[in-house]
């Protein structure tokens, strides 16, 4: 697969931020696994909407409110598409992954899992596919298991068998690993999961942007993604649960927007994706997540996928041809971002080391601390590669690093 | 690529050297207790988010009044352990005021641009350039923050930076 149709120069023109130096040299932007870089189109995007169409949504009858609602709809439907969703009432906003984990856990977890149940999680979840699960853990009396990571980075699938047992009520994985760049089979995951009767989660925060994501061919119940990981604002994300699950689910907060009728004690609850919609939304980031899905919908995941893996898997050439005593952490077979560690630097020294020349990198556990625990490692560097990045960038990387090594042994 | 000067003044040799081969690196126990009115506290610092983590124990003589003995173990970023090696061979056997005065000019000096370091601080200058490097701070004073702990005997435990950084 190539990527060649693509005018990549011309797309990476179109983020104005990336044009700039830091300190005296030119800024290489290697975070985007903890927030990716806005295009002008999203921009322009989120002004024409303040500028023109403002007002809260479903609740006017003038024309700013209709015109707002039918954004926000708008943007709805194309996070559908986007996702390949049956419907867009499959589709709820929220305000990031975080956020729709929580929903699932404290909406449906609280009502259908049980004293002596099960959530089954993998070693490698970022803490936002943790701690809610503990949470719910707590409440209800349930326990959690781990799938185990292999020393490679990868999935010990050998153990499901014996893992997933008819007491697992939800199995919650992560698609794509924010420190190891595995990518999980999730097809198969969830169609484990669901031979046993359990309900799969599945965490994209990391691959929703980067590769085509079909819930329909996953075959997943609930998935979440975190919109300003993909050209999106903060503060704007999206939950897809299948409709017959989102059905039988109980409402996550209560207010505005998701009730039919309330009397002082009791209220009735619109369907979904509305029920789980309390309070005024954030409009003007769900416009800018539909600009965004637009922006990505242009070029093309595959393309997007495509060259992703050209520049980690030149990075990752370079790296270890050229850089001495650098270890990659995770499976050959990765997702655009390599995480690794110098003998010589600690990560925290090499990252302010490339800071002063210009280059972001994240050095740390990475909301993963267990598993960097479970690799004896304080903490990795983190590269992580967008279409907007360039392999000229990598090779500044490169240099910087062979600096890095020579200046702290 | 050019040398970065906030870099070499930051990471200066001997700070480097003080990383990989730490100084009074280990940790004392009730047995180094050997006279009355001594007592021996140990602290714990971590600083989760980066990782770093620290332990040290100090020999307290005088019924608190003077810092006998420290060592530290840990493992963290070359801050972190330069600056924890540093203090263990700036405060060991000075009274209890004079810890104090020296965890207060550290503090100053790493925090703000100082013209005139005051002499007590000594090698301690090395970690001057820290003040350039606001996300830093919180390295450098882990090893700082439990040793202040310590001298607080009894309410020993685990203490950060995290929340100053
Ligand atoms: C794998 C993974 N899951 C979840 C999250 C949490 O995303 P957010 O902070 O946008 O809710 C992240 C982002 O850091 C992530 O990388």
Known sequence: MTSDSVNWAAVRADFPILHQEVRGNPLIYFDSAASSQKPRQVIDALSRYYEHDNANVHRGLHELSSRATDA??????????????????????????????????????????????????????????????????????????????????????????????????????????????????????????????????????????????????????????????????????????????????????????????????????????????????????????????????????????????????????????????????????????????????????????????????????????????????????????????????????????QEAARFFS | MLPNSDLEELYQQVLLDHSRRPRNFGELTEADATEAGEKVVKVQGDNPSCGDEIVVSVKLADTGLKLADIKFTGQGCAISQASASLMTIKTKGRSRAEVEELIAAFHDLITKQTENPPDILGDLQLLQGVWRFPQRVKCATLAWRALEQALREGSAGVVTTEVEG
């Not at chain 1, 090499?350 to 280059?359: C, N, P």
Request: aromatic residues 8%; negative net charge; hydrophobic residues 40%.
């Open chain 1, 72 to 401: 926000f709809e708008a943007a709805r439907n194309k996070v559908a598409k986007f996702l390949n969703a049956a419907s867009a009432d499959e589709i709820i906003f929220t305000r990031g992954t975080t956020e729709g984990i929580n929903l699932v856990a404290q909406a449906y977890g609280t009502r259908y899992v049980k004293e002596g149940d099960v959530v089954l999680l993998t070693e490698m979840e970022h803490h936002s596919n943790l701690v809610p699960w503990q949470l719910l853990a707590e409440r209800t009396g349930a326990t959690l298991r781990f799938v185990p990571v292999l020393e490679d980075g990868t999935l010990d699938l050998s153990k499901l068998p014996e893992l997933l047992t008819p007491e697992v009520k939800i199995f919650s994985f992560t698609h794509i690993s924010n420190s190891l760049g595995t990518v999980n089979p999730v097809a198969d995951l969830c169609r484990a999961a669901r031979a046993v009767g359990a309900i799969s989660v599945v965490d994209a925060a990391q691959s929703a942007g980067h590769l085509p994501v079909d819930v329909q061919a996953l075959g997943c119940d609930f998935l979440a993604l975190s919109g300003h990981k993909m050209c999106a604002p903060t503060g704007i994300g999206a939950l897809y649960g299948r409709a017959e699950v989102l059905e039988k689910t109980p409402p996550y907060h209560g207010g505005g927007e998701m009730i039919v009728s309330v009397s002082l004690q009791k209220a009735t609850y619109k369907e979904a994706p509305h029920r789980f919609e309390a309070g005024t939304p954030n409009i003007a980031g769900a416009v800018g997540l539909g600009a965004a899905v637009d922006y990505l919908e242009n070029i093309g995941r595959q393309n997007i996928a495509a060259h992703d893996g050209e520049l980690v898997r030149y990075a990752q050439q370079r790296m270890e041809a050229d850089v001495p005593g650098i270890r990659i952490i995770g499976p050959r077979e990765r997702s655009g971002l390599v995480g690794f560690v110098m003998e010589s630097a600690h990560p925290h020294d090499l990252t302010t080391y490339a800071d002063r020349y210009g280059l972001a990198l994240r050095g740390g556990h990475h909301c993963n601390q267990p598993l960097m625990k479970k690799f004896k490692l304080p903490g990795t560097s983190r590269a992580s590669f967008y279409f907007y990045n360039t392999k000229e960038e990598i090779d500044r990387m490169i240099t910087i690093l």
